[in-house]
């Protein structure tokens, strides 16, 4: 009974329990969002537009649009939040939009918008009954307008002058129309030179720079007209373009002004073979061409020997030609540093008038250097150098060191010769011992217009050495400075007799052809060895053995200029032998036919 009770008990509780929560349900107030048409603020807010990937989405927009039905949607844009001058980019019925880089690019380039400036730009979406929320890009564009020149026009003309190579011949001035002063991206411009109406087949650069402009020298124009092979004196028309590149990480972003046609006349760089020398300051020559004195081109310097009193005179390029003449301020414009024993005669030709002591002197015009020197005159072959050394693989006994370089000696006036042991390996020549600066490869002579031998080509081992290619053995090596060649052939005959005998009481063998003292030729026109000497006696030098009559005494060699050593003396004893002044004793004798000198060490 009393389970009965309870069971009726909790089911009158349920069913009250039950009817209190249906009061409650009818008490409930449920809300609904208001309808919204919203433009979604994406995830990326900076577009830096990439030329590399035009057809690549630039943005993409999305929206939601629960207040209409519209099918038909208008993607606007402004460069300010207020939409002042609103720009429509496109419609959809779609709730999002796209537009490609290049689209883009090209749509903000209409309204001005400069390259490589991050530019704030809205958007927004109308359904054509309401207008969303504006949502905000930082876009960065590129450049699709080209450069333009603005200086020189096609009028302009230049003749080229060779008085200052490093002045400024003509500046050319440039605009990027699309590019402000708040760039960010770096942009290099070249500037490129062709001849007129070739479409730029074979280009110059003229420079490249950052800025708007580029200046170019006289010297840098003239190079790029005459390898143009416009002749000296004679105008060319060429066409000038700049060239803009950025680099983005993408690739080069190129982009190429239009032409303008100039017109440039070039000056002669190539220096004559020989100066000539005409003027009554010139001893032997005078005003007349029938004697010039002749001063010959060894790589950039002209050098002779010349007498000189207190007159005038002028350099010229070519014999017989007094236009070609090359006077005192000729000279002087050009910034040479000239002796102050010349001067500018103030003679209506403004000839060099020399104001030194009259006699003989050794002049120097060298063209590098843009220095005129007198000096005391030379005895024996002029050359730049006394010798030139060689170092190397290639030459047997040598190696790479100084401890035995060989060496091909001046002979001649730029001429340089030797007789040089050559195996299939690299070497070079060097101007001084010692100096590795001072080397001379391939390249050097090849640049300068040589003909080479045939068995010595560029080595190609990284310093561009010259390498010996022939059958090893023994040659004769000819450098001529004057000719510019290079040559192998037979081993030279360096000195007129391949040596000298010294026969007499001075020396060990006395008066007879048992047992001369031989002093061996050594180098070109040098006979060097050693001989024993007693003092206060005489000798003669002999150019063949056993042959009284091939002797060479004292006043021989006097009468010839040379140089004696001051232990020798005309021994005055009928014959005009030679005395020795010495200490009795053995001795390095040389008799150097070039230099004109007897030494003694």
């Known amino acids: 009974m009393k389970n009965f009770i309870k069971k009726i008990g909790f089911l009158f509780l349920s069913l009250t329990l039950l009817l209190g929560a249906c009061e409650t349900e009818e008490s409930l107030t449920i809300t609904t969002p208001d309808a919204e048409f919203v433009l979604e603020t994406p995830g990326i807010s900076n577009i830096f537009l990439n030329f590399a990937t035009p057809d690549n989405p630039a943005f993409t927009i999305t929206w939601k649009d629960e207040v209409s039905n519209s099918t038909n949607f208008t993607v606007e844009m402004s460069t300010d939040v207020d939409f002042t001058n609103p720009v429509v980019l496109g419609s959809t019925d779609k709730n999002n939009f796209s537009m ?56 302009f003309s230049a003749t080229l002058s060779d008085v200052d190579p490093e002045a400024v011949a003509m500046t050319i001035e440039f605009n990027d129309p699309e ?3 708040n760039n960010t991206a ?51 028309s060429f066409d000038l373009r700049v060239i803009a590149t950025v680099n983005n990480g993408s690739g080069d972003l190129v982009r190429t002004s239009d032409a303008t046609t100039i017109s440039i006349t070039p000056y002669d760089v190539a220096l004559a073979p020989i100066l000539y020398v005409v003027g009554a300051g010139a001893v032997d020559a005078g005003w007349d061409w029938a004697t010039p004195v002749e001063l010959v081109l060894q790589g950039k310097k002209y050098s002779g020997n010349i007498k000189l009193q207190n007159d005038a005179f002028r350099f010229f390029t070519v014999k017989d030609d007094w236009g070609s003449g090359q006077n005192y301020p000729w000279y002087q414009d050009r910034g040479f540093t000239i002796d102050s024993n010349l001067e500018n005669a103030l003679d209506g030709d403004s000839n060099f008038r020399f104001t030194g002591t009259p006699g003989e002197y050794f002049i120097e015009i060298d063209m590098d250097a843009e220095t005129i020197t007198l000096g005391p005159p030379v005895v024996g072959p002029n ?16 190696g790479w060191d100084w401890a035995n370089p060989a060496k091909v000696t001046c002979t001649g006036t730029g001429v340089y010769e030797g007789n040089i042991n050559l195996t299939n390996g690299a070497f070079r020549f060097f101007t001084i011992r ?19 031998d045939s068995d010595l080509i560029d080595a190609m081992d990284g310093d561009n050495n010259f390498e010996f290619t022939g059958t090893p053995g023994e040659y004769g090596l000819t450098v001529d400075t004057v000719n510019k060649t290079i040559t192998l052939g037979a081993k030279i005959s360096l000195c007129d007799n391949e040596q000298l005998w010294a026969v007499g009481a001075a020396t060990p063998g006395g008066w007879d052809w048992a047992n001369p003292t031989q002093i061996p030729c050594n180098g070109a026109g040098e006979y060097s060895g050693q001989i024993t000497l007693t003092n206060n006696e005489a000798f003669r030098f002999f150019t063949i053995r056993d042959d009284w009559g091939s002797g060479q005494n004292f006043p021989f060699y006097v009468n010839e200029g040379y140089t004696i050593d001051a232990n020798f003396e005309d021994a005055l004893d009928g014959d005009n032998n030679f005395r020795f002044l010495g200490t009795t004793g053995t001795y390095t004798i040389t008799i150097n036919t070039n230099a004109k000198t007897i030494t003694l060490n």
């Open 383 to 398: 050359c730049n150098f006394d010798q030139l050394w060689l170092v190397g693989a290639g030459v047997v006994g040598t």
């Open 186 to 236: 770096t942009i290099n411009y070249e500037v490129q030179m062709a001849l007129a109406g070739t479409s730029f087949a074979q280009v110059y650069s003229l420079g490249t720079t950052t800025s708007n402009s580029i200046d170019v020298t006289h010297g840098a124009a003239n190079d790029f007209v005459l390898t143009a092979g416009i002749n000296p004196g004679d105008s060319g």
């Open 434 to 452: 010692d100096d590795w600066g001072s080397g001379r490869n391939f390249p050097f002579y090849a640049n300068d217009g040589y003909t080479i």
């Open 179 to 181: 590019v402000g002063a």
């Open 100 to 155: 490609t880089v290049m689209q883009f690019n090209d749509v903000l380039k209409s309204l001005g918008i400069t390259s490589y400036e991050q530019v704030a730009v809205y958007f927004r979406v109308d359904n054509g009954s309401q207008k969303s929320n504006p949502i905000l890009f930082q876009i960065t564009t590129y450049a699709v307008a080209v450069p333009e020149i603005t200086s020189p026009d096609n009028t």
